[in-house]
């Protein structure tokens, strides 16, 4: 069933924008980005899709202006928060995650986290500054999978080894990878986890015990799968290594491309709960 709702009339259009709670975000596409706006919608459950029939509504009469038809607009309390112009589909997902990543809706406040049962997304406890990666692209860092500015890309082959120290223990649940938009393809396919294992290089991985293989396939990307963990095993864990083995292409001089990851558990020590939010409020 698809999760983007065609606005047929100016009185629907004003419904839909008041059916949302307080700060939630909707998106609005007046534009030709129509076919990766269901996809998006399934990668963002939280945030409300509109697409404006601009045959049949005048946008000016929806107080969008007569520019609209070449817009997508988001919008807060009813009101334009951000736009963008043309159909770009790579500058849409930024403007979503900007604005959804302060999305106070369905998922309720951040001090509701403290109290949520089961898993809780813990990326933020992961210790940014200290992240590390062999053979990432100069222009596509690390670094890029915490803050959505852009992603990570390899550079002389498919592998990637991504180390990241935690600023505490946790328990690691689960995992999620998101691919970059219409670069399926390029995402990473076989994986190696290592819990607590310090500068590991890519031939000192050969001799070491993973402790999770992963494989993934393009359809979890395409419904934006997280991968379960074997929670026994990652009980306390301070540094998780990513050795990312090939790519969905299978050709090993073909980039590597990751566009986020998210992780999800909880803290061994739980004074820092109320800071996360729970694993069904992420986008």
């Not at 076989?190 to 993973?210: C, D, M, P, Q, S």
């Amino acid at each position: 069933m698809s999760r983007v709702h065609q606005i047929n009339s100016k009185e629907e259009f004003q419904q839909k924008l008041a059916s949302v709670p307080p700060n939630s975000l909707t998106v609005v596409d007046f534009t030709a980005v129509s076919p990766v706006f269901e996809k998006l919608s399934r990668e963002f459950p939280d945030v409300q899709f509109l697409k404006v029939d601009v045959d049949k509504v005048a946008v000016g009469a929806i107080g969008c202006g007569t520019g609209s038809r070449r817009h997508c607009h988001c919008y807060k309390n009813g009101q334009i928060v951000d736009s963008m112009s043309g159909a770009d589909p790579n500058g849409l997902v930024k403007l979503i995650r900007k604005h959804a990543n302060t999305n106070g809706g369905a998922g309720g406040s951040s001090s509701d986290a403290g109290s949520a049962k089961g898993p809780v997304d813990i990326t933020p406890l992961v210790d940014v500054t200290q992240v590390d990666c062999l053979n990432q692209h100069g222009d596509h860092g690390v670094r890029n999978l915490f803050d959505a500015s852009n992603h990570l890309e390899s550079e002389v082959d498919a592998q990637l080894m991504i180390s990241m120290p935690f600023q505490q223990a946790v328990k690691l649940h689960s995992i999620k990878l998101s691919a970059v938009l219409d670069r399926v393809d390029q995402a990473p396919k076989k994986i190696k986890l290592y819990a607590n294992v310090r500068t590991l290089g890519f031939e000192e991985a050969e001799n070491v015990t993973e402790t999770q293989e992963l494989e993934l396939t393009e359809a979890d990307y395409e419904q934006g799968a997280t991968i379960s963990l074997r929670f026994v095993k990652f009980q306390s864990v301070n540094y998780l290594t990513l050795f990312v083995v090939s790519n969905q292409s299978e050709d090993e001089d073909t980039p590597t491309l990751i566009d986020r990851i998210k992780l999800y558990g909880s803290p061994v020590e739980t004074t820092r709960m109320e800071n996360l939010k729970p694993m069904s409020d992420d986008h």
